[in-house]
């Protein structure tokens, strides 16, 4: 396969930097970062939140509204994993029987609260969206789909996620909130519930904690150690990691505290994970942003590969890294971004000539995508260089 004329291929020498000051030291800056289980409030908070969202919480939390019986949105985005899943499968399994598998990894939810709806940006970088591919445009969109995604909560139809709305032990509440005849109409009621989940995450402060070691740091109210400092260097350096320039690390111009994303797409090339059943299918390929519902982005297959920028936060308690939960530790994660290029023999599998079947999980058309330099090791950019 060709390799030749990537952005990326030219900035190998700072990919060498990078490992030689190692992976180790980034990983102490992002546990710094990363808020961290013994955050005093990261698993719950007596903030009083509005009759919606408290209602949003035990929606969010109940596993009566599946098919199953036993799946509940908190099943797969799990508070004592940073509200990302809590095993390292490399999707969830849900449906009627909780046996059939996702196609994706169950992202973090946290942060979320100022990520915008999908637009191009006017330097045409995708932007904003929720889901991996940015395929719904609001927090409320997005939280009508796990109800009836035949893979998770796999309710048949609204109705039947309504009827089972509407014989929870908080039904009441729910009328009271929307009407006593809510229920007798579907649309309205399944929007509604949708709705409380939303404002439920938008007003738990659970889901948006800026009550790191990092933050502390921020604020000049703390130090980091000297490795923390190196790592932090590495991570911020844009001859070296480079990570925060898709992973923001400094505070907002309003003073802001950073959200360790800047909510756009890329295309890192991770390896193909055997682990999905979908890809037992040699010819299937998850393409990400250019292959989402809808085909909106059919044409634009400079877009495929491309996955939504993750939050970093609190990414030391999660179980399975990018999209297709390939790598089970953090530290396999960064060791994969400061070696792919130099070392391809350690991430992607052989071909018969001896040569290394690199960025294997996309098919070899779209293996050139790169139109980015902004990452020295990583720069499979799905958007214009800027
Ligand atoms: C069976 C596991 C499962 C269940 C149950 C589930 N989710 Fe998810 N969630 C996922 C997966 C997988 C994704 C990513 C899917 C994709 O990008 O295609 C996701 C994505 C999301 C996102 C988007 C995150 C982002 O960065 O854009 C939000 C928000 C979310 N889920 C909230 C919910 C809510 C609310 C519920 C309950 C109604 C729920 N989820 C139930 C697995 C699950
Ligand atoms: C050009 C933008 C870009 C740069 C620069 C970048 N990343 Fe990422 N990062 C991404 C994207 C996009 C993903 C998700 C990719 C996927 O799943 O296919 C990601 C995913 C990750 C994940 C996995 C998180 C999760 O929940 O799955 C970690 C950890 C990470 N990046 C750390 C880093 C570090 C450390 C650096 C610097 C060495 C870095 N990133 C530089 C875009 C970037």
Same mark, same amino acid.
């Given at each position: ?44 908070? !007596?903030? /009083? ?6 209602? +949003?919480?035990? *929606? &969010? #939390?109940? @596993? ?104 929870? !032990?908080? /039904? ?6 929307? +009407?006593?005849? *809510? &229920? #007798?109409? @579907? ?121 939504? @920028? ?77």
């Amino acid at each position: 396969m060709h390799t030749k004329g990537y952005g990326w291929q030219r900035q190998r020498g700072a990919g060498r930097v990078l490992r030689a000051l190692g992976a180790l030291a980034l990983c102490a800056a992002l546990a710094a970062c990363g808020g961290g289980s013994d955050s005093p409030s990261s698993q719950g908070s !007596s903030t /009083a939140l509005s009759a919606t969202a408290t209602l +949003g919480k035990k *929606i &969010f #939390n109940d @596993v009566s509204l599946s098919a199953s019986g036993k799946q509940s949105c908190s099943s797969c985005h799990d508070p004592a994993s940073g509200h990302a899943q809590p095993n390292s499968l490399a999707a969830q399994l849900g449906g009627p029987d909780l046996n059939l598998q996702g196609n994706r990894i169950a992202p973090t939810i946290r942060y979320l609260a100022s990520n915008t709806g999908f637009f191009f940006a006017a330097d045409g970088t995708p932007t904003g969206g929720f889901f991996w591919d940015g395929r719904a445009q609001t927090l409320l969109q997005q939280a009508e789909q796990p109800f009836l995604n035949p893979v998770e909560m796999a309710n048949a139809t609204k109705a039947d996620a309504v009827a089972r709305l509407a014989k929870a !032990s908080y /039904a009441a509440e729910f009328q009271q909130l929307y +009407g006593g005849d *809510i &229920f #007798n109409n @579907v649309d309205n009621a399944f929007e509604r519930m949708a709705l409380t989940l939303q404002q439920y995450q938008l007003e738990d402060p659970v889901f948006h904690e800026y009550s790191s070691k990092y933050d502390a740091f921020l604020q000049g109210k703390t130090a980091l150690t000297d490795q923390e400092m190196r790592g932090l260097a590495l991570y911020n350096s844009p001859t070296k990691g480079n990570c925060a320039a898709c992973h923001l690390s400094a505070r907002g111009s309003g003073g802001s505290m950073p959200v360790f994303t800047d909510f756009t797409y890329d295309n890192l090339g991770v390896p193909r994970n055997l682990e999905l059943r979908q890809n037992a299918d040699p010819d299937y390929y998850d393409l990400g942003l250019c292959a989402r519902e809808g085909g909106d982005l059919a044409a634009r297959s400079d877009l495929c590969g491309a996955f939504k @920028v993750p939050s970093l936060r609190n990414v030391a308690l999660r179980h399975a890294f990018f999209h297709n939960g390939k790598f089970k530790t953090l530290k396999d994660a960064l060791t994969f971004y400061v070696q792919r290029d130099t070392n391809p023999e350690k991430w992607y599998p052989q071909n018969a000539d001896g040569s290394y079947d690199k960025y294997n999980d996309l098919p070899a058309r779209y293996r050139r995508t790169s139109t980015r330099k902004r990452c020295p090791t990583t720069a499979n950019r799905a958007s214009p260089p800027r």
